[in-house]
């Protein structure tokens, strides 16, 4: 099928590919003639594992780019939008972008297309757009607006996509309903998983997906409950951690023990830090918004944000009881990314946790594999970026580990105690046994476990071994 995608955000760039990866003929469309220069040489400009291989195999052949919105509607069955919804100060989610498109996708509707909206939006957004192409002249006849929400995670976005849990597809006529069985048929026949070079399938993957036909209305809500509830774990877990600290209990046996309850599962147990990217934070303000608008107070949804906030300045606390003060200290700080496999800072709690520890007056030292480049735009000062890990907790007086990259769960450990001034890790995403840390030499602190205590002995005091006269 010929297909527009209109943006080139995280959401567009990913859905562009994949579905040119399916065998689509796709044209991604977008207003910033610089990233489309960047696009067009070969440039990938966010870190999404997968996400370069697709668009080198299909740059030029199935993926093209475009700035004309209205040419690419003319030559396309279906156009995606997937440009950004942005909070505004009430919460809601900024539509404006999504207005402009379907503006300008009116000039560009001369025979029968669905437009379907992609990006998280809330509820009545397809009615709307609906309105506002009639509205510039269009005629009714010659479209539909589907809702087909995204479920990708950052890291995974592209093995999310094409081996999905579901296919949520929001419609209100069957003409649409038979478009988007087509443009997802590669996937929902199994013809796309048969191919020798499919990106590779993920161990947990269910093939063929389901398709999951409903009306756009509850495509839209699907999308914003599925966030909700998986913020709602996480922030409930980081609660019983709360609890676990305060009785000497492990968090992670306690996990465990609920995870493998068939009605609740594992998943999003983990505690930690908090959650933040674009999605969650942005997500809970707009369908609390929604609920308001509605004439629910939605109280559940606002104590999921106030403990998420909480866990940040918990492991804050717990930072300043371990080194008593801030002002000087010297603080390797692994991570800055929301989570590991991503560049993404956006709401990021590890970018918060150093901004604070920045104003304590500390210094410091930091290292993410992917997120630097981003992270130098927003802290400007007062921050000595590493080559590494090693480098980072070079002379520190303790090292904190923010971001659960896997890099950051295989360290040297025999390495990073000769290089530390004080063997102290404080861990926001307990990737380490406390056992293996103190046989290691480390003062190891975590979320929800008891904390593990070596004797903390300087790593360059060492007691030496006096010779004989």
Known sequence: MRIAVVGSGYVGLVTGACFADMGHEVVLV?????????????????????????????????????????????????????????PTESGDADLSYVESVAREISGGVDEYKVV????????????????????????????????????????????????????????????????????????????????????????AAKVPPRLIITSTKSAELIKHASNAFLAMKISFINAVASICESVGANVEQVSDGIGTDSRIGPQFMNPGIGYGGSCFPKDLLAFRAVAKESGYDFRLLEEVIRINEEQRHRFLRKVRSVLWTFRGKRLGVLGLAFKGGTDDIRESPALLLVQELLR??????????????????????????????????????????????????????????????????????????????????FSYYSVGRPAALSEELPARAQPQKRERA
């Not at 999310?160 to 997802?184: C, H, K, N, T």
């Not at 530390?420 to 861990?427: G, N």
Request: charge should be negative; hydrophobic fraction near 40%.
């Open 116 to 203: 379907v909206e992609k990006s998280t939006v809330p509820v009545y957004t397809s009615q709307w757009i609906r309105t506002i192409i009639m509205r510039n002249g269009t005629d009714p006849a010659l479209f539909d607006v589907a809702s087909n929400p995204e479920f990708l995670r950052e890291g995974t976005a592209v093995t999310d996509f094409l081996y999905p849990d579901r296919i949520v597809v929001g419609v209100e006529s069957d003409r649409a309903a038979e478009v988007m069985r087509q443009l997802y048929g590669p996937l929902t026949s199994g013809w796309y998983y048969g191919r020798g070079d499919a990106i590779p399938r993920p161990d």
């Open 30 to 86: 977008d207003n910033d003639e610089k990233k489309l220069a960047e696009l067009r040489n070969g440039e990938v400009p966010i870190h999404e594992r997968f996400l370069p291989e697709l668009l080198a195999r299909h740059r030029g052949q199935h993926i093209k780019f475009s700035g004309d919105l209205q040419a690419a509607t003319r030559e396309s069955e279906v156009v995606i939008i997937a440009v950004g919804t942005p």
């Open 360 to 441: 304590e007056g500390c210094h410091i030292c930091a290292y993410d594999p992917a997120a630097m480049e981003r992270a130098k735009e927003v802290l400007k000062s007062g921050v000595e970026f590493a080559g590494d890990a090693y480098e980072a907790a070079t002379g520190a007086d303790a090292v904190l580990i923010l971001t659960e990259w896997e890099e950051f769960a295989a360290l040297d450990l025999e390495r990073l105690r000769t290089l530390v001034k004080y063997p102290i890790v404080l861990d926001g995403r307990n990737l380490y046994d406390p056992a293996v840390m103190v046989k290691h030499g």
